[in-house]
Nanobody, 123 residues
Framework: VQLVESGGGMVQAGGSLRLSCTGS????????MGWSRQAPGKEQEFVAA????????TYADSVKGRFTISRDAGKIAVYLSMNNLKPEDTGIYYC?????????????????WGQGTQVTVSE
């Protein structure tokens, strides 16, 4: 499975960005999808996940109410709409895929990773 992110960039605090991720399945199973991020000098952290059907989502507390994860049904395509961005949201954002039908906030349960896209939020 190959996952490719796009949509990162630089924005001022309070601004918005929308990340996209598309992929090719090949012969592998990919069901749940999600996003993680890694800030400079910090460990990678879970951001959001969405179930295979798209009906169930989960978010890190730090992004609840500001970020929305969505996906295209039947496709390897997931999106992260980010509003009211803060400087602490700065980092490399990774698209994730899992063979499981749903992943509940554990990065370790994802099987596939994209290369990442940089998000920078200035004061």
């Amino acid at each position: 499975v190959q996952l490719v992110e796009s949509g990162g960039g630089m924005v001022q605090a309070g601004g918005s960005l929308r990340l996209s991720c598309t992929g090719s399945r090949g012969t592998f199973s990919l069901n749940a999808m999600g996003w993680s991020r890694q800030a400079p000098g910090k460990e990678q952290e879970f951001v959001a996940a969405i179930s295979e059907t798209g009906r169930t989502t989960t978010y890190a507390d730090s992004v609840k109410g500001r970020f929305t994860i969505s996906r295209d049904a039947g496709k390897i395509a997931v999106y992260l709409s980010m509003n009211n961005l803060k400087p602490e949201d700065t980092g490399i954002y990774y698209c994730l895929g899992s063979r499981a039908s749903f992943v509940n906030s554990s990065i370790g349960e994802f099987d596939y990773w994209g290369q990442g896209t940089q998000v920078t939020v200035s004061e």
